[in-house]
């Protein structure tokens, strides 16, 4: 298994600009597929983006496309989630997410999740 820790969250002003680390432990983070999902008050857990084992392959949700960029560094066991031009739709807590399989945009393809991390905007 691998545990996943999120950081990086917090408050921001609309326009403004986040970036949101997950650390995973072990030795095998390569061999997993990484993802964001992110979840408002009342909401369900909605795809974030995603980046394949290699790096290599990334999708997004309409949603955050050309303002969210997802990245992996497999050295550090690490993957990020660079946030611009945030905007009030983009508050949720954030959570990174990891499977054995390929990349996917549904919530159930993903066995390991992370804690979450709040992000906040305002006005």
């Known amino acids: 298994q691998v545990q996943l820790v999120e950081t990086g969250g917090g408050l921001v002003q609309a326009g403004g600009s986040l970036r949101l680390s997950c650390a995973a432990s072990?030795?095998?983070?390569?061999?997993?597929?990484m993802a964001w999902f992110r979840q408002a008050p009342g909401k369900e857990r909605e795809f974030v983006a995603t980046?394949?084992?290699?790096?290599?392959?990334?999708y997004y949700a309409d949603s955050v496309k050309g303002r969210f960029t997802i990245s992996r560094d497999n050295t550090k066991n690490t993957v990020y989630l660079q946030m611009s031009s945030l905007s009030p739709e983009d508050a949720a807590v954030y959570y990174c997410?990891?499977?054995?399989?390929?990349?996917?945009?549904?919530?159930?393809?993903?066995?390991?999740w992370g804690q979450g991390t709040q992000v906040t905007v305002s006005s």
């Open positions: 980046i394949s084992r290699s790096g290599t392959i990334t």
């Open positions: 997410a990891a499977t054995t399989a390929l990349n996917s945009r549904l919530v159930g393809q993903y066995a390991y």
């Open positions: 072990g030795r095998t983070f390569s061999n997993y597929a």
